[in-house]
């Protein structure tokens, strides 16, 4: 079993950045892939980025490429989203998630424990 605490959301300005951080309660995070996903308002909810177990393999969204950054620390059982170049289109609850096996990460239902969700707002 494995808790998922989100933090690090707010408001920000376009063009601006935000680092959310994700920390799991449970002695086994380090056997599962992470993921960062996202629910913007009015939207299903969607794939941003995940990391492997060991933190050596990484995915994007298209549309995050180049200005998110996925990281882990194991020792600190915490997960790390770096925000930058902030779109009023990354609006939305963002949940951390995990799951077993780096594959497959977009498909949301694969991941077995989730977050409460922080909401990020970017203004224009």
């Known amino acids: 079993q494995v808790q998922l605490v989100e933090s690090g959301g707010g408001l920000v300005q376009a063009g601006g950045s935000l680092r959310l951080s994700c920390a799991a309660l449970?002695?086994?995070?380090?056997?599962?892939?992470m993921g960062w996903l996202r629910q913007p308002p009015g939207k299903e909810r969607e794939f941003v980025a995940s990391i492997s177990w060991s933190g050596g393999s990484t995915y994007y969204a298209d549309s995050v490429k180049g200005r998110f950054t996925i990281s882990r620390d194991n020792a600190k059982n915490t997960v790390y989203l770096q925000m930058n170049s902030l779109k009023p289109d990354d609006t939305a609850v963002y949940y951390c998630a995990a799951k077993y096996g780096h594959s497959q990460v977009e498909v949301a239902t694969l991941y077995i424990y989730w977050g409460q969700g922080t909401q990020v707002t970017v203004s224009s």
């Open positions: 449970g002695r086994t995070f380090s056997a599962y892939a």
